[in-house]
Nanobody, 117 residues
């Protein structure tokens, strides 16, 4: 099992920045990819960005060029730097990790990001 704890959400004005962090604990040696997903009210959960253990990244088109995902394997953390935030980025953001042996997904509890003036 893997436990994920997120931090860093909050309220920010349009055009502002936020940094989300997620720390993993438990059976961490089996963690493959990590990433961030989000779910807005009335919508399905969607991918924001992922990063492999080797550092290969993947971004949703809507955030490409504005968000940057990074990972520290030694600290078991994954971060999401969000710049030029828009109201449509408002959502609950969830940290994700995938077990490289079983492909089981683990999820954090979520952190609220609200972009509003």
């Amino acid at each position: 099992q893997v436990q994920l704890v997120e931090s860093g959400g909050g309220l920010v004005q349009p055009g502002g920045s936020l940094r989300l962090s997620c720390t993993a604990s438990g059976i961490i040696f089996r963690i493959g990819s990590m990433g961030w997903y989000r779910q807005a009210p009335g919508k399905e959960r969607e991918l924001v960005a992922t990063i492999t253990s080797g550092g290969v990244t993947n971004y949703a088109y809507s955030v490409k060029g504005r968000f940057t995902i990074s990972r520290d394997n030694a600290q078991n953390t994954v971060n999401l730097l969000m710049n030029s935030l828009k109201p449509e980025d408002t959502a609950i953001y969830y940290c994700n990790s995938r077990d490289s042996y079983s492909n089981i997904d683990y999820w954090g509890q979520g952190t609220q990001v609200t972009v509003s003036s």
